[in-house]
């Protein structure tokens, strides 16, 4: 199956001489980064339903750590989600939702329950047994995405939620809820009188679990239902899946961003929602920008040895995101994108299974073959991101003003410098040979 090619889309401007043309001629006629073929939808649409099963419950522990774990100075059990959180109800599915994305439910999905419930093994056992087997979803690779925007967070230019976190503002509403959950230990207390700081970072650190909780309650649902549409028939060509996820960011751009915690039944706003932070420019943007494009060396991947010269001195020019990695060597036991391809495993389509089984090199290599797909799902995102950006700051596709159409296209081509890097997977997407 070959992608057809498009030509430029407006004979008032010249063909782009940029390495990526054809491409930037692609995005200038309204589609994505990855080519619009039957097999690379079956792909991404495949790869989105198996991320959306534990990203349902990624979002739900990451606010359940940053609303109630909180500063546990032995959080053994962080993992251990309460029912309370497993039916908490989305507010983006279900009857009465804020905004219904997905038609399903609200509450946790039902594969993700019966997988807490049996896991791999297919038994039921004592969670704790399953846990310690790791058997179980993997939130470490959550906790790397947040540690990726915490540490990203002061240097992307987007947004004011890092900055806020260095207020005094900010820095007063964490002291009450610090003092209130530390509330007859005197040696907590004490601690928290000598290493003031050290408490601190602590909680910004939780605004970040907050941040890209609320980030994923929203991903969750959208995956879903372009699963469910994909399904239907009513999405059958990669733009129409980009554009699913275009509308969805407008959509949803303005859902405020918050910390809150629980301490003893009273609410702690550390972060209130009336500061006005909104899910498009204090998560979204943060997010692709830390996770898609920069993170940080995967250990034992890279030297951090300074004389080795293998990272980066500045963080802007970080670039070990999953638009950059190469599968084979990052797919190894530990590394934070093999435990989501572990996670996904779990939550496959039949279609995808069905792929896999034609495609992979047997069992053993179906991660690598997992993390390929999701590199391609991931390229169709951030040209929804892009696209995004454009309709926001710039100009419509169909545009009378060739001026107007030159802008788009300096755009389209400063997005796509960033893939000029040799560890760039945009030249491989582009084959679907790419396996």
Not at 343 to 348: A, E, G, P
Not at 371 to 398: E, H, K
Request: net charge negative.
């Amino acid at each position: 199956m070959t992608a057809t090619l498009i030509s430029p889309p407006s004979s008032e401007l010249p063909p782009s001489d940029h390495e990526f043309a054809e491409v930037i001629h692609r995005l200038e006629a309204g589609g994505s980064m990855l080519p619009d073929t039957p097999e690379n939808l079956m792909q991404i649409i495949g790869i989105y339903k198996a991320y959306a099963v534990p990203m349902d419950f990624y979002w739900r522990d990451l606010l359940y750590i940053a609303e109630r774990v909180f500063l546990n100075p032995l959080p053994a059990f962080k993992y251990f989600l309460p029912q309370e959180y497993l039916d908490l109800k989305n507010h983006y599915a279900g009857d009465d939702a804020d905004l219904r994305i997905w038609r399903g439910y609200a509450t946790a999905h039902h594969e993700l329950l019966e997988f807490m419930e049996k896991g791999e093994l297919k038994r039921k056992l004592p969670k704790l047994f399953h846990h310690l087997w790791h058997d179980r979803v993997n939130m470490e690779f959550a906790e790397a995405c947040m540690q990726a925007m915490f540490w990203h967070g002061k240097d992307m230019g987007w947004g004011k939620f890092h900055d806020y976190l260095e207020s005094e503002e900010y820095c007063a509403n964490a002291d009450r809820a610090i003092r209130a959950y530390f509330k007859g230990n005197p040696i907590m207390l004490g601690l928290y009188k000598l290493f003031p700081d050290m408490f601190l970072e602590q909680v910004r650190q939780l605004s970040y679990y907050a941040n890209l909780g609320l980030f994923w309650e929203v991903m969750a649902p959208v995956f879903f239902e372009i699963s469910d549409r994909y399904d239907e028939g009513s999405i059958t060509t990669v733009p129409e899946a980009m554009n699913f996820l275009v509308n969805g960011i407008f959509a949803i751009a303005g859902r405020p961003i918050y910390h809150h915690v629980y301490i003893d039944g009273e609410c702690y706003e550390i972060i209130p929602k009336s500061k006005g932070f909104t899910w498009l420019y204090e998560a979204a943007l943060p997010y692709v920008e830390a996770v898609f494009y920069r993170t940080a060396p995967f250990r034992g991947t890279k030297s951090y040895n300074a004389q080795a010269g293998q990272v980066p001195l500045d963080q802007k020019d970080f670039h070990y995101g999953i638009l950059y990695a190469d599968v084979f060597p990052v797919g190894t036991a530990g590394i934070p994108p093999t435990l989501l391809m572990q996670d996904m495993l779990h939550f496959l389509p039949p279609y995808l299974v069905e792929y896999y089984k034609h495609h992979c090199r047997g069992e053993d290599d179906i991660l690598i073959q997992l993390g390929i797909s999701f590199q391609r799902s991931m390229y169709n995102v951030t040209s929804a991101v892009i696209q995004a950006l454009r309709t926001a700051l710039l100009y419509p596709l169909d545009d009378p003003n060739p001026r107007h159409l030159m802008a788009n296209r300096k755009f389209f081509e400063a997005q796509l410098d960033r893939f000029k890097r040799s560890e760039a997977r945009l030249r491989d997407i582009q084959r679907q040979e790419y396996r």
